[in-house]
């Protein structure tokens, strides 16, 4: 049995993820109409639902087309109250975007193996510290695979935690694979239950290497969270303008 992915958050091995959207990246400007917690502006459950229904017409008009209208609605029914509560817009964060992202593209959970399987072709959203210290790696390239298509070819993957002391949490983490029929091994720095986000650096080098044409880019949820596409350049330039803040193709 296979957990939806518009439902996923309702159970408890997702906790991280909630913990992870408290903050979040985005500029939303609107008239101020009132005072919630800290001071800031408030939305009454009607504007968020216009907020909601806008930033999702942007996603698809970027080609985010799993932004779509039968997403939208589950949103609206789902996660109005949340947002009008917690999201105070005279600040540079945005929970608005990270659930749709996270409802999109943070994967289902077999609900009785735990095993982790990709939901989306187009984003991927991941918690810095993970469920499964063991497949960590091996998930994150399951992850970002899909969003590649055909265009990147990613196999024989192994993950090696040999390296890592059990008991302090710490050592070297070696993931191996081949991309393209090319073998690749990066070598994390273990901490605990947390990734290395050099692998995002990694991995934009790999695709550097094998002339992929397009790369990862990624926005921090504000919280533990990561979103990731992969595209162009240009692209992420026109997310920038759209969406009103940058995509980051490195962990630095």
């Not at 439902?7 to 906790?15: D, P």
């Not at 192994?158 to 993931?175: A, C, K």
């Not at 979103?227 to 330039?237: P, R, S």
Request: aromatic fraction near 14%; glycine fraction near 10%.
């Amino acid at each position: 049995m296979r957990i939806k992915r518009y439902f996923i958050f309702e159970f408890s091995v997702l906790k991280y993820f909630v913990a992870g959207i408290l903050l979040c990246l985005l500029c939303l400007f609107l008239p101020e109409r009132g005072s919630g917690f800290g001071g800031g502006t408030v939305a009454t459950a009607g504007e968020m639902q216009s907020i909601v229904r806008s930033r999702m017409e942007k996603m698809r008009e970027l080609g985010i087309t799993e932004a779509d209208k039968e997403l939208e609605e589950v949103i609206l029914a789902e996660w109005t109250d949340y947002l009008t509560e917690s999201v105070d817009l005279t600040e540079e964060m945005n929970q608005i975007d990270s659930i749709i992202y996270y409802c999109i593209g943070s994967g289902e959970y077999d609900d009785e193996t735990w095993e982790w399987t990709p939901s989306s072709e187009q984003v991927y959203m991941f918690d810095m510290e993970v469920f499964n210290v063991g497949s960590m790696y091996t998930d994150f390239l399951h992850g970002i695979m899909p969003l590649m298509g055909e265009e990147v070819r990613i196999t024989d993957i192994e993950e090696d935690l040999s390296g890592v002391d059990e008991e302090s949490g710490m050592g070297t983490q070696i993931l191996r694979f081949r991309c393209n029929g090319n073998p690749y091994e990066f070598q994390a720095e273990a901490h605990y239950d947390w990734m290395d986000m050099n692998v995002m650096d990694f991995m934009n080098g790999v695709l550097r290497q094998e002339n992929a044409g397009k790369q990862l880019w990624a926005a921090f949820d504000g919280g533990q969270g990561i979103i990731v596409f992969y595209n162009t350049e240009d692209w992420a330039k026109q997310y920038k303008k759209k969406m009103g803040y940058k995509l980051m193709s490195s962990a630095e």
